[in-house]
C-alpha cells in the first residue's frame, strides 16, 4: 500500500517561502509521476505541478511558474515543491500524489497524502 505524508506547510507573510515534503512509503516500481495539487476553501483542487522520477521532465501550473520548484531525492523516496514569493492566493491545502501518467489531471492519481495547510498573509 502506497503511502504518502506531507509536511512543511505553515503561515508566511507574502513574499516568503516554504519547503514541503512528501514522504512515500510502499511504491513498489521506480518509474512514477509525482504532483502536487492545492485546495483552497470552496475552490476545486487544482494541479500545481509534477515530475517524473526517471527523467526529471516536470510541469508547472501558469500561476506558479518561476516561483515553484518541485524535486525528488536520490532515493525517490521524499518529494519536495519549494514554494517562493508566496502569495495570499498561495493559500490552500497542499497534497502530494502518484500516477503513472504525466498529467495535472487530478482523476489520474491514485494514491494522495493527508494534506499539509500553506497560509499566507498580505
Known amino acids: 500500500e502506497v503511502q504518502l505524508v506531507e509536511s512543511g506547510g505553515g503561515l508566511v507573510q507574502a513574499g516568503g517561502s516554504l519547503r514541503l515534503s512528501c514522504a512515500a512509503s510502499?511504491?513498489?516500481?521506480?518509474?512514477?509521476?509525482i504532483g502536487w495539487f492545492r485546495q483552497a476553501p470552496g475552490k476545486e483542487r487544482e494541479g500545481v505541478s509534477c515530475t517524473n522520477t526517471i527523467d526529471d521532465n516536470t510541469y508547472y501550473a501558469d500561476s506558479v511558474r518561476d516561483r515553484f520548484t518541485i524535486s525528488i531525492d536520490n532515493n525517490k523516496s521524499t518529494m519536495y515543491l519549494q514554494m517562493n514569493s508566496l502569495e495570499p492566493e498561495d493559500t490552500a491545502v497542499y497534497y502530494c500524489a502518484t500516477s503513472t501518467k504525466f498529467t495535472l489531471n487530478s482523476a489520474d492519481f491514485g494514491s494522495w497524502g493527508q494534506g499539509t495547510q500553506v497560509t499566507v498573509s498580505s
Open positions: 510502499g511504491l513498489t516500481f521506480d518509474d512514477y509521476i
